[in-house]
């Protein structure tokens, strides 16, 4: 008797991205399989399936910021005695200009600093059994959730913008079941394929 | 001239070393945050760049404020 329909295999092909280890780079935003990650409260036998933080463009802005605010009291050093004003006139004058000329910088370091650590833990975090999703912002908060994957009903993603779409990156939402927080990575590299990898997973949970 | 407390410059002075030891405080809390996200994530050889950053930090904040108490 002749078939009528034969299911495609899929989940072989599907899941052979998930067996291929990579060695991540220290500032990359998308890794597949990467090794040398550990998480708090991974199991033994947990491996990483996808490791994302937001796209290195999104850096832009405080990187912009950063190298204004460094050449910024160069400039005014070159404006001011155009202007007649002179901060080194006399010695008392001129050592409080010392000491908040280096205070400047000090928190100009401490600002550069403060947004790589936000952009660089920011992670979310895909394992075979759940996904992981660790915010870091304003330097007193840290957030850590995570749900399994058998409780996430959709993932979907949204590009929006010439940006983003030029060097595809957007955001990706994980919906999940119940009163169970939602999940949402932003700006990550690649969300259609994040978004396909997260579905097989959901699929072959 | 006699020396007083309530002279403009030792007001600017004394409010100068209160913000730049606020900011020491600050520097230990950037700190504590590293050495948390070092405990929740482990990404090869970054806690240990991240402490030494901030650590750094702390001294430059320390010595700023020495510096300060010296010649303000």
Do not use: C
Request: no cysteine.
């Amino acid at each position: 008797m002749t078939d009528i329909f034969i299911a495609p295999v899929k989940s072989k092909q599907k899941n052979q991205h998930t067996t291929e280890k990579s060695h991540m780079h220290a500032l990359s935003s998308f890794s597949k399989n990467p090794l040398g990650i550990k998480f708090e409260a991974q199991k033994k036998d947990e491996s990483i399936v996808l490791f994302l933080r937001p796209h290195i463009l999104t850096n832009l802005p405080w990187v912009s910021l950063g190298i204004f605010l460094i050449f910024f009291p160069l400039i005014i050093m070159k404006i001011l005695p155009m202007l007649g004003i002179n901060f080194l006139s006399s010695e008392i004058i001129a050592h409080f200009t010392t000491a908040y000329v280096i205070f400047y910088y000090l928190i100009v370091f401490s600002y550069v600093l403060i947004s790589f650590l936000t952009w660089f833990y920011n992670i979310f975090i895909v394992t075979a059994d759940r996904i992981i999703d660790i915010r870091y912002s304003d330097i007193v908060i840290h957030n850590v959730s995570e749900t399994n994957l058998h409780h996430i009903e959709d993932v979907r993603y949204s590009q929006s913008g010439v940006i983003p779409t030029l060097f595809n990156y957007g955001n990706l939402y994980a919906q999940t079941a119940g009163a169970t927080e939602n999940f949402e990575a932003r700006s990550i590299p690649k969300p259609k394929e994040v978004t396909d990898i997260i579905a097989s997973l959901i699929g072959n949970d | 001239m006699t020396f007083s407390f309530f002279q403009p410059i030792f007001l600017i002075k004394v409010i100068t070393l209160i913000v730049v030891g606020f900011y020491i405080i600050f520097t230990f809390i950037v700190f504590t945050q590293v050495k948390a996200m070092g405990k929740i994530i482990g990404l090869p050889h970054a806690s240990s760049i991240f402490k030494t950053v901030s650590i750094i930090n702390i001294i430059l904040a320390i010595s700023l404020f020495l510096f300060a108490l010296v010649i303000l």
